[in-house]
């Protein structure tokens, strides 16, 4: 598969700045066109993206596959279960806090498109929460975590970093004056205190 073009790249980038900041019916093709460097009627941007659609598609495609990478590197992960729950939680506020703009869009804009809705749960949301279920349910297995409800906890303590950084990325500030430090130590402190045997 040949990479994308830079021609291409900035108009994606571009397209989800605007999406991000006005929400994507209020963003025409031209406008996406201009903040990308090309003329505002040219039509350009069609050469790459047949539809506006389509970017939307290929925006939600791209964090995607930011989910998955966090999922992969959790599948690959071989540290102690202290150090492998900070790891988690900091690999989540990073991959999350870099995609603000996208968590903007997944939460305002894609109620009329349901099958980008569902690619967005599915592979986003559900495969995440499964994926540290999982990374739970070993630690459980080696004795390195007390029994517990996996999936529960699971929900507990991804639901909390989504939210932390959903809330960021929808008021474009922090609800409460935490940094991503104190965050993560708070969060690997509950969940090892909570679960060691």
């Known amino acids: 598969m040949k990479p994308p073009s830079a021609g291409r790249e900035r108009i994606l980038r571009e397209a989800i700045r605007l999406f991000a900041e006005r929400g994507y019916d209020r963003t025409s093709v031209p406008e996406i066109q201009e903040a990308a460097g090309l003329s505002r009627g040219s039509g350009a941007l069609y050469k790459h993206f047949p539809s506006k659609e389509a970017l939307l598609a290929a925006a939600i495609d791209r964090f995607v596959g930011t989910a998955r ?4 590197e959790l599948g690959e992960q071989a540290l102690p279960v202290d150090q492998g729950a900070r790891r988690v939680v900091e690999s989540m506020l990073e991959k999350l806090g870099a995609n603000r703009d996208m968590l903007r869009i997944l939460w305002r804009d894609l109620e009329h498109f349901p099958e980008l809705k569902a690619s967005a749960r599915g592979e986003i949301m559900q495969s995440t929460y499964h994926a ?9 297995r080696q004795g390195e975590l007390r029994p517990h409800d996996s999936d529960a906890v699971a929900a507990v303590i991804v639901g909390s970093v989504a939210m932390f950084r959903v809330f ?10 935490v940094s991503d430090e104190r965050f993560a130590s708070a969060w690997t402190d509950l969940l090892i205190r909570g679960l060691r045997p």
């Open 132 to 140: 540290v279920a999982e990374w739970l349910r070993e630690r459980q």
């Open 69 to 72: 990478e966090g999922r992969a």
């Open 168 to 177: 960021e990325a929808i008021w474009t500030e922090r609800s409460i004056e």
